[in-house]
């Protein structure tokens, strides 16, 4: 790493910002410096946004010191605006213009004319890989290609200073890959990168990182520093005979801070000081342990990861879910292309992909959302499509986005879907009442949904979904958009649903979440191009260069071989 | 079955309750509108301002301009010099109206013995302003209504013949001719249209946009349960903004409601059925909450303007007259008016009834139809 | 931004003008209020809108047929205004009158040939009485129904005075004049009213709309991180719908010149100028409503309540804004549809008469002018 310059891009010093009485940012005191990448890091609401819009000159903060390029954003945001290039969250596009057409507006509002235009478009287009689709319409871009305009863009004027919020959400690993990349050749010209993300290997790979919870500064450094402090405090146990029991009963163990699934092993991270469980190897710290310990700290005790437990309906041995040459086209678009798995009862069947590969759309047609263009599918050995009330019954189906009442309380919620899910009297009562103390939603019966924090939006939906006790639950992408604190309880508990028999099927495009599945299937630009257990699947791209290969590993090389240009147009 | 719609029914009302957004929209702009309509939607005319040209001068002149001021239509607002006065008065939308009195009125109202002009009655001027035709209309009446009764007085003095047969009219329904009395009615109907409208039309669209309406199809409940459950709730805020609206035009504006109760509320929830129908229709067919406010909106303005609403149907072009039977509005306002006025009997009810109860059905079906085939 | 030489001015506020046009021409929910609302109002208002009263329904019942009954009844049947049924009894005449079948029901006695003759012979103070009754739900068409029978029965006295040979004899008679629209022609006033409506929704329904969405979408918080001042932000959103709305008036000018055929007596120039005075009030409207509301669904709300309702209601397109309360009457002057609507009806059917365009124009001048401070000082760069 170079030696720190002399003079920093951005001084923080005491920074403060109030909406009304809640308090965003509360006195942080940090320094960005140019040609380095700084991972603005934190959990959803930990004020990573409004720290980047101050930074912007966009809001003016209450309190403390803050300059920029030697400007104060404050009182004189004009000098700002010269030297700093800003991607927000939604991109900042207009959708209904092309590519070129949106350049050619950032052009025109910073002054460039003439030869510099033609050499910034030249260069940016090729930089970006976006060359061929200039008459593309932004909205009809992929999420990675959005980015990528997006940057380019607050890049067409080389600033002195760029800020990205969270620019890897909703972008598949692949484009992932590609944006860091292109994004660390900024930093190598001596520009200085502040990249906001909720993604902790992202972080990790940073220069130095700015760690955020809930309006406090909990670290400001390099990475590595924070990592090392776990040094000795994180083990494996290899391969447990039953994983999800082990895990379990590591969980439930003194001086265990975090137990997770990893494949066929059970990954622990011990509290300082604490001697780790018979049987167990070290293994090297990650990022993420620091993390989860720095906010294990800082946020309230775990809520209890108790599912409300009863004996499911028996959907029957054997495959309980399969999908038979499974098959939807809209207009010439194939989005599912004779799509084939089965999933046995009590399992974990992870679909995994990127955003647009058509394992949305599986899952509707599997629940009976979407009549299928060809092929069938059977859940608990009934159609959904066309059989259907009784047989709705018995599933349990988890959206994408957060889809409950927003302007209904979560009691209200839990009685509404108690009530269409046919429950009455004493069960209706109990059912409700189990998911109010199972899920930890007591303190939050009387708030509105929509006003939950995140995490409690993901139990509630969780809790809805399974108030009926279905012997089959659906969850599409549970755990987009949600920190790492969430997304591992959340994993709890379907490890607890999957333990008492209930079959689960899961969409994500986290490749470290694929670990917690018995098996994957892998989609990619509406086909099913391989599937079985995680560690099969890695094993299968195991070489000289990569003698351990990650999934991401797996995944990428599995793409790559399906074609990568194309692979963007058509994603 | 029952318990099923229940809870969406319950759902439904406590989703539209409790934010603050669509509360707004039930009771705010529909607040609004009647206070508005009812004080500014007026075709009565007061006090308009009168220009006078008296080039005769004579005592019965001054009698004639004091009729007009104080007949509680006009007040004079000038008095012009001479001829050349007339056209800026009235351009310049100083005056609605100007009267001018000839020189040879005085004469020619005692002329009934001079001979030669025997029989030639006084003529006077009314000029009116055309930019607002109606007005120029009504006011034109009221002038001659003044001069009617004028001529009987100035007969019945002089001992000149009366008229010999005059027209003794009565105003039915409406003995003063209030236009309030005709639009504040008239308002129940139109108010709970658009809040019923934009209700049902929005809050399809608003679960699919939120992803809720796919949660809860995958649930043991059926298209049609669902559309029940959309339907009830509609047909009851409709049934509370009607009665707050008909309440607040008996007890706060005074028109009397004479006809009947059942009468009403069984004409309005036919309506209310039509009217969802097209919501439902509207709600089905848009994929956002913004497509679904500009079908509203597509709907709504020509479904009131086409309904007799401010403006006969019978002025409509036949075509247009056509069109306006498949309009729910049109026959609602009937009945309305109807048992507000005139203690619209039974018997003549029906003809607004059953053009109703088909429009309902048939868009139920409909909708239901829709609604089946959209649920992707 | 002091040191930013004026190029960069013209560069940024081109590069605004051509992104909103683009994006103007691309959203179909734009075109469909700029382009198909107005032409849809049109047809609506022209066709639909009518205070003229024709062939309105009266029934006729008369006990005894006469010579002189049958001649009063057929002058009835020849005028436009009546569409005339004969009823032979009374009860049934009032049933329908009740069922909303006629506007009125005009009943002559079996002794009125009789009466009549004696009044025509001069029997001291005797009278033909007639009875009407007209449906007074609807004030207005029973005040024009009422004034038609007058008219008809006015006519056919006279006429049957001189068949008669007899001198009736009235005082005084009045010469109606109606100046600018003689044939009354309620399309004559509402269409150059109507105009109004219509550049109140492009104006400020759409601005809103657009300005809103921005901020739904994040591309204002893009924006503003460039160095565009908040001044060539406003500039460059309000050109391109300024240029839509001048579009919109002369495609309603057209519709109404050529296919309405409504006369159009007033200057041209004043017209366009007077639009675009209105045109800037609106869409300064239109951008503070968004400002403020920064999300469409409120803001749509807020410009129908603020611009449309009220450019509908209080401008004295189609209502008398004399015979309003007076505090309905002190709200009008704060919108701006009641000065453009005064100036248009009088430029289209009077001429350019510029005691009325005057005032009214510099009333709007005042308004655009404060609205557009007020936008100006609201637009910041800034979230907050």
Known sequence: MPPPPPLPLVDIEGLEKRFGAVTALDGITAAIHPGRMTGLVGPDGAGKTTLLRLVAGLLRADGGRLSVCGADPGTDPERVHEAVGYMPQSFGLYEDLSVAENLSLYADLRGVVGDARERAFDRL?????????????????????????????????????????????????????????????????????????????????????????????????????????????????????????????????????????????????????????????????????????????????????????????????????????????????????????????????????????????????????????????????????????????????????????????????????????????????????????????????????????????QRLSLACATLHRPPILFLDEPTSGVDPLTRREFWGRINALAADGVTVLVTTHFLDEAEYCDRLGIVFRGRLVADGVPDALKARFRTADTPEPTLEDAFIALIEAEGREDAEAAA | MGSRILALVIKEFLAVWRDPKSRFVLIGPPLIQLLVFSYAANYDIIEAPLAVLDL????????????????????????????????????????????????????????????????????????????????????????????????GEWLAAHGGKPVPAAIITTNWFNPNLVSRWFIVPGLVAVLTLVVVMVVVALSVARERELGTFEQLLVTPLRPFEIMVGKTVPGVVIGLGEATLAAAIAHFGFGIPFLGSLPLFYGALVLYLLAVIAFGLMISSLAHTQQQAILGAFLFIVPAIILSGFATPIENMPDWVQWLTHVNPIRYFLIVVRGTFLKDLPLADAVHELWPMAIIAAVNLSLAAWLFRRRLY | ??????????????????????????????????????????????????????????????????????????????????????????????????????????????DFTKRLARALEGGGAESAPIQLMVDGTDANTARLTRGYVEGAWATWLTLQGLTEGAATRLAVTAEPRIWFNPEVRSRNFLVPGLMAIIMTLIGTLLTALVVAREWERGTMEALMTTPVTALELLIGKLTPYFLLGMGGMGLSVAMAVFLYDVPF???????????????????????????????????????LVAAFLPAFMLS????????????????????????????????????????????????????ATVLLLITARRTTKRLE
Not at chain 1, 330 to 352: C, K, N, P, Q, Y
Request: contains cysteine; aromatic residues 8%.
């Open chain 3, 316 to 367: 004295g397109f189609l209502f008398e804004i004399g015979s309003m309360p007076a505090f309905v009457q002190g709200l009008t002057y704060l919108f701006a549809a009641r000065y453009f609507v005064a100036i248009l009806q009088t430029l289209f059917l009077a001429g350019t008469v510029w005691s009325v365009i005057l005032p009214n124009l510099l009333a709007m001048v005042a308004l």
């Open chain 1, 125 to 457: 287009l090729r930089f970006t890989g976006l060359g061929p689709f200039r008459t593309r319409l932004a909205g009809r871009l992929s999420g990675g290609m959005k980015q990528k305009l997006g940057i380019a863009c607050a890049m067409v004027v080389k600033p002195r200073l760029l800020l990205l919020d969270e620019p890897s959400v909703g972008v598949d690993p692949v484009s992932r890959r590609e944006l860091w990349a292109m994004v660390q050749d900024l930093v190598a010209d001596d520009i200085g990168v502040v990249w906001s993300t909720a993604y902790l290997d992202e972080a990790e790979r940073c220069d130095a990182v700015l760690l955020l919870d809930r309006g406090r500064l909990l670290h400001a450094g390099p990475p590595d520093a924070l990592t090392r402090r776990m040094d000795g405090r994180t083990f494996i146990l290899r391969a447990p005979p039953d994983k999800r029991v082990a895990q379990a009963r590591a969980a439930a163990t003194a001086g265990v801070l975090d137990a997770l699934i990893q494949g066929p092993h059970v990954r622990l991270v011990m509290a300082q000081g604490a001697a780790p469980p018979d049987g167990a190897h070290p293994t090297p710290p990650r990022f993420e342990d620091a993390f989860v310990s720095l906010l294990d700290d800082d946020a309230a005790p775990h809520a209890p990861l108790a599912t409300p437990t009863a004996p499911v309906a028996d959907p029957g041995e054997g495959d309980v879910v399969t999908a038979q040459g499974l098959t939807r086209r809209f207009g010439d678009f194939t989005a599912v292309d004779d799509v084939s798995f089965a999933v046995a009862r009590g399992e974990i069947f992870g679909l995994l992909g990127p955003n647009g590969a058509g394992k949305s759309t599986t899952f509707k047609m599997m629940c009976g959302l979407l009549p299928p263009t060809a092929g069938t599918a059977r859940v608990a050995g009934i159609d959904l499509g066309h059989a259907a009330s009784a047989g709705r019954a018995k599933i349990g189906y988890m959206s994408q986005k957060f889809s409950l009442y927003g302007d209904l309380s979560v009691g209200q919620n839990l009685a509404f879907f108690a009530s269409v899910y046919g429950l009455k009297g004493q069960a209706r009562k109990q059912a409700i009442r189990g998911a109010l103390e199972g899920y930890g939603l007591d303190t939050y019966a009387k708030a509105n949904a929509r006003t939950l924090p995140l995490g409690f939006k």
């Open chain 2, 56 to 151: 005769d001068g004579g005592p019965a002149a001054h009698r004639l301009i004091d009729d007009f001021d104080h007949s509680g239509g006009f007040r004079v607002a000038r008095h012009l010099d001479g001829e050349k006065d007339i056209a800026p008065a009235i351009d310049s939308r100083a005056v609605s109206l100007v009267l001018v009195v000839p020189a040879d009125f005085s004469r020619r109202l005692n002329g009934g013995s001079s001979g030669v002009e025997a029989g030639k009655p006084a003529v006077v001027q009314v000029i009116a302003d055309g930019r607002a035709s109606n007005s120029a209309q009504v006011l034109i009446g009221y002038a001659s209504t003044i001069l009617t009764r004028f001529n």
């Open chain 3, 1 to 110: 931004m002091s040191d930013t030489p004026t190029g960069g001015r013209w560069l940024r506020l081109r590069g605004l003008i051509v992104k909103e046009s683009r994006q103007v021409a691309r959203d179909p929910s734009s075109i469909a209020i700029a382009l198909v609302m107005p032409i849809v109002l049109l047809l609506l208002f022209g066709y639909g809108v009518s205070l003229d009263a024709r062939n309105i329904g009266l029934a006729v019942v008369v006990d005894g047929p006469t010579q002189a009954t049958e001649s009063l009844v057929a002058s009835f049947e020849r005028s436009p205004y009546f569409h005339v049924t004969r009823i032979a009894d009374r009860r049934t005449a009032e049933a329908g009158l009740v069922a909303g079948d006629y506007r009125g029901v005009m009943v002559i006695k079996d």
């Open chain 3, 265 to 303: 007596r007033g200057s041209f120039l004043v017209l366009v100028g007077v639009s675009a005075v209105f045109l800037v009030t609106a869409l300064a409207l239109g951008l503070l409503i968004s400002t403020a509301a920064k999300n469409q669904f409120v803001a749509g709300q807020i410009a």
